[in-house]
C-alpha cells in the first residue's frame, strides 16, 4: 500500500521470524491421526469463516486483526467445536480471522489505489465508520477519543490531522468522498470471494505440541503432538531437517509455534517458526539510492546496475506466450465445433454429428496432455525468483557489511500504476513490487537500515537544473530538454531517490498532503518549477 508520508523509516531494532522445515513419515496408524486432525480442523476454519463473515459487529477486528479483541474471544468460546481440544479450536478461529483480515485489507487496498489515496479507505477506522455508515461528528468523535487514549506525540499528532481533515471538508467534498469509498467498496468485494480452505495447516502451540532432539532413533528430532481422540495422549513422530535449516535450529533455537501437514505421498511437513533479534544505527554515513527498474533489477545511486531481467522478458515471450497461445488455439477449436454441433442441432447426418465428436475428443486429449505450457511457465516462475534472490544478495554484498548505509527505495505501489499493456506486462513479469519487498525482508534481517521515500517522477526529474518534464525520458534514455544533461534514466531515478530521503521541502509537502495525491504532485510540480527556475538564474548570472 502506498504511504501518504515523504519516507517511511525503518526501526532501530525489531524481531523477524523465518521459517525451516522438517520432515517425517509416521505409520500407517499415527497418519491415520493426523489426516483426521487436520480434516477436522479444516472444517473448524471453514465453520468460523463462515460465521465471522455474517457478523457486522466484527467488522472492525477482522480489519484491525485483532484476534484477542474481547468480542472475538467471547464469540470462540460460544462457538467452540467440540470435535477438537479448546486450544485446537482457538487456533482454527484465528487463522479465521486472519483469512478475513487479509480479504478485507485487499479489498480496502483496492479502494485505496480507485479513489486515489482517499483519507476514507487509508485510516482503518474511517474505512470501518463509512461501511457502517457513521456521520461526520460521530467519525471526528471517534477519532478523537482514540486520540486521547494514546501518549505518544507521534499517535496523537496523526489522530489530529485525521479529524482536522475530515471535519475541515466542505459539505460536498465529504459526501462525494464518503460516496465514492463505499461505491468502490460494494464493487471490489464482489471480485474477493469468502476464502473456503481446502486443506488448513495445523496451527500448534505448547500446549499441543513438543520437538525435542532424538535420543533413540537415527533422525535429527521427535515430534510429539496432542490427539484429541485419543483422549488428549500425544503420539511421537521421528522428523528431520536438512544441514542448513539444522544450524539455523541450532543458531537461532525455535519459537513454540509450529504447523504441519500431511502431504499427497503420506509425509509429514512441520514449518517451525525461528527468531532472530537485530539492531540498525541511529544515524547513517552515507546514503545509497535504489532504482527499481524495468530492465535493471536495480539501479543505485553509485552507478551499479544489479541484474537484468530482459532474459526473463524474452523467455516469458518467445516460450511462455507462444505455448499457451497454441492451448488456447485448440480450445476455441473445440468451442466452434461445440457451438456447430448446438446451433445445426437435428439439420446434421448422424455419421457427421460422430466425426465432428470425434475430432472433438481428440482436441480434447491434445489439451490435456499438452504439459509444455504449464512446464514452460514454473521455469519462467523459477527465473522470476532466481533473478530476485541474485540481485537482492548482490546489493547485500555491495554494502560491505557497513550497517551505516542508510539505503533509500521508492514506495511502490503495483496497483496504482497505469501505463501501457506492453509496460504493464513487462512489470508483471518480473514483479517489480516482490522485488522490493524482497530488498526490504533482507535488509532487516541483515539488520541495514533503509527509508521509503515519495515515488512521484523520480526518473523525469533532471538531477542537474531541477526541471521536470516526461519528454526527458525515453525509455531507458534520459536526455534534459532543458539544460541537456544525459544519463541511464534508471541511474537518475536513484540519484533523486537519494536525495529524496533528506529533502526536507519534500517532505514537508508529503506532511502537508498526507491524503491527496493530486496535491501532493501538484506541489511537487511546483517545487521542481522553481528549483529549474533558481536554476536558470544562476547560470544566467555566471554567464
Not at 460536498?172 to 468485494?189: L, N, P, Q, R, W
Not at 529533502?503 to 504532485?521: F, M, N
Request: net charge positive.
Amino acid at each position: 500500500m502506498a504511504r501518504p508520508r515523504a519516507k517511511k523509516k525503518k526501526v532501530s531494532s525489531g524481531t523477524h521470524t523465518r521459517s525451516v522445515f522438517l520432515y517425517g513419515s509416521p505409520n500407517a496408524e499415527k497418519r491415520s491421526d493426523l489426516e483426521k486432525l487436520q480434516a477436522d480442523y479444516t472444517d473448524a476454519v471453514n465453520f468460523y469463516i463462515s460465521l465471522l463473515s455474517d457478523r457486522e459487529d466484527c467488522l472492525l477486528q477482522l480489519l484491525q486483526n485483532s484476534k484477542k479483541d474481547p468480542l472475538l474471544r467471547k464469540l470462540e468460546k460460544e462457538s467452540r467445536v467440540k470435535a477438537l481440544r479448546s486450544a485446537y479450536s482457538q487456533n482454527a478461529f484465528d487463522e479465521a480471522v486472519t483469512k478475513l483480515h487479509n480479504r478485507l485489507d485487499n479489498i480496502r487496498k483496492d479502494v485505496i489505489a480507485a479513489t486515489g489515496g482517499s483519507v476514507f479507505a487509508i485510516s482503518i477506522l474511517l474505512f470501518h465508520a463509512v461501511l457502517t455508515g457513521q456521520s461526520r461528528e460521530e467519525m471526528c468523535d471517534l477519532l478523537a477519543r482514540i486520540r486521547d487514549s494514546y501518549k505518544a506525540k507521534e499517535k496523537i499528532q496523526y489522530y489530529d490531522k485525521l479529524r482536522d481533515t475530515v471535519k475541515t471538508m466542505e459539505e460536498k467534498e465529504f459526501h462525494d468522498s464518503v460516496t465514492e469509498a463505499a461505491m468502490f467498496y460494494h464493487i471490489i468485494s464482489d471480485e474477493y470471494r469468502i476464502p473456503v480452505v481446502e486443506k488448513a495447516h495445523v496451527m500448534m502451540d505448547t500446549r499441543l505440541c513438543s520437538l525435542e532432539k532424538a535420543k533413540d532413533v537415527t533422525t535429527s528430532h521427535v515430534l510429539s503432538v496432542t490427539i484429541p481422540d485419543r483422549k488428549g495422549k500425544r503420539i511421537e513422530v521421528p522428523v528431520q531437517a536438512d544441514r542448513d535449516a539444522l544450524r539455523r535450529m541450532e543458531q537461532y533455537g525455535i519459537s513454540g509455534s509450529m504447523r504441519y501437514t500431511i502431504t499427497a505421498g503420506g509425509s509429514l511437513k512441520l514449518t517451525c517458526s525461528f527468531e532472530k533479534k537485530t539492531r540498525t544505527p541511529e544515524e547513517h554515513s552515507a546514503v545509497i539510492g535504489v532504482d527499481v527498474g524495468i530492465t535493471d533489477a536495480f539501479h543505485t545511486s553509485e552507478g551499479q546496475a544489479i541484474e537484468s531481467f530482459q532474459p526473463v522478458i524474452d523467455f516469458y515471450q518467445t516460450e511462455v506466450e507462444p505455448a499457451f497461445g497454441n492451448l488456447s488455439t485448440l480450445r476455441n477449436r473445440k468451442q466452434q465445433l461445440r457451438r456447430f454441433l448446438k446451433k445445426h442441432k437435428g439439420a446434421l447426418p448422424e455419421k457427421v454429428i460422430l466425426n465432428l465428436r470425434k475430432r472433438m475428443d481428440h482436441l480434447e486429449k491434445d489439451i490435456r496432455q499438452a504439459h509444455a505450457p504449464y512446464r514452460k511457465k514454473r521455469h519462467y516462475y523459477q527465473l522470476v525468483e532466481h533473478t530476485i534472490r541474485n540481485a537482492v544478495d548482490t546489493y547485500i554484498e555491495s554494502l560491505h557489511g557497513d550497517k551505516t548505509v542508510l539505503t533509500a527505495m521508492e514506495l511502490l505501489d503495483i496497483k496504482e500504476f497505469n501505463k501501457s499493456r506492453m509496460v504493464n506486462g513487462m512489470l508483471s513479469v518480473f514483479s517489480r513490487g516482490k522485488l522490493a519487498e524482497k530488498l526490504m525482508e533482507e535488509l532487516s534481517w541483515h539488520g541495514f537500515p533503509f527509508v521509503q521515500v515519495e515515488p512521484a517522477y523520480t526518473s523525469q526529474i533532471c538531477p542537474v537544473c531541477g526541471c521536470l518534464d516526461k519528454a526527458s525520458r525515453n525509455g531507458k534514455v534520459f536526455h534534459c530538454i532543458c539544460c541537456g544533461h544525459t544519463d541511464d534514466a534508471d541511474h537518475v531515478g536513484s540519484i533523486n531517490i537519494k536525495a529524496r530521503a533528506e529533502d526536507k521541502e519534500l517532505i514537508g509537502i508529503c506532511e502537508k498532503y498526507p491524503y491527496s495525491k493530486k496535491e501532493r504532485h501538484a506541489a511537487i510540480q511546483a517545487l521542481q518549477a522553481e528549483r529549474n527556475k533558481e536554476w536558470k538564474k544562476e547560470q544566467a548570472a555566471t554567464a
